[in-house]
């Protein structure tokens, strides 16, 4: 398990420098309307940066993730907002719920990340869905990677012992991979976080969804219905 998914209170302190939450749930919010979606399954939930919100605005959320350190933080603060969720630490490329969902979400260019073996986490998804249920899936776009350099992340964070965070993050590129090289400090004390990552095109996670039996599909282009040449993100909606 990658080292940061072990420091969820770290983690938790700069994901706002990294992505728009309240853009991404506003989104999500509005797909779910239109499909008259109640229950919603989080995979891979992370410290419940979707379900928490989600759950706030009325839909019943689990969040189930591979990482006790994320679920414990994402219980804490479920608790702290005063939010009926359910947290449970379970892995992906396994479970299997009688409980059948309205809809699913994987956010955050998780679904390609290992050790998530995407296939059989897409399989366990369309069991755990009701007919038209609805899996939405949230990546960084092919395109839009720098492909063939190195990009560097650099994070930072003050903690409430009055120490600092820092994340910086090495990303090379393949044509079909990310390797994520980590370097995180806290105050003097380095771990190193090694992450790979599978990069597969639009259309090659409609095709993966379709062979799961997904039928039908909506695609979103940095978080619009309008589709433009080069998105950052690609958010796709498959409906079972
Ligand atoms: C990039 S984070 C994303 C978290 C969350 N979806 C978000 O958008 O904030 C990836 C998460 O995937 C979880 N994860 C990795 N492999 C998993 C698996 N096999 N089953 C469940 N969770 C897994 C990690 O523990 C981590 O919390």
């Known amino acids: 398990m990658q080292v940061l998914y072990q420091l969820s209170d770290y ?17 999500l919010d509005s797909i779910f309307k239109k499909h008259k979606v109640k229950s919603v399954l989080d995979v891979a939930c992370g410290v419940g940066r979707h379900s928490i919100p989600l759950a706030k605005l009325g839909y019943q959320v689990t969040g189930i993730d591979l990482s006790p350190y994320q679920i414990k933080k994402a219980k804490e603060d479920a608790k702290k907002e005063k939010v009926k969720t359910s947290f449970v630490i379970q892995d ?17 260019t998780t679904l390609g990340e290992e050790p998530m073996q995407y296939k059989k986490v897409i399989r366990n998804v369309f069991h755990a869905l009701k007919n038209h249920g609805i899996f939405i899936i949230d990546n960084r776009s092919w395109e839009h990677i720098p492909k063939e350099r190195e990009e560097i992340i650099k994070t930072s964070a003050k903690l409430d012992s009055g120490g600092t965070f820092r994340g910086t993050l090495y990303d090379r590129y393949t044509e ?35 062979e799961a039996g997904f039928k039908r599909f909506k695609v979103y282009h940095d978080y619009k219905e309008k589709r433009v040449k080069k998105p950052a993100r690609v958010l796709i909606a498959g409906i079972k």
């Open 92 to 108: 992906a490329n396994s479970f299997y719920y009688n409980k059948k969902f309205d809809a699913a979400i994987c956010m955050w």
């Open 176 to 210: 079909n991979f990310r390797i994520r090289d980590g370097i995180i400090n806290i105050d003097g004390k380095k771990y190193r976080d090694l992450c790979v990552t599978h990069l597969l095109k639009e259309a090659d996670w409609i095709r993966e969804l379709k």
């Open 11 to 27: 983690y938790k302190k700069i994901i706002n420098d990294l992505v728009d939450t309240n853009l991404e749930v506003n989104v």
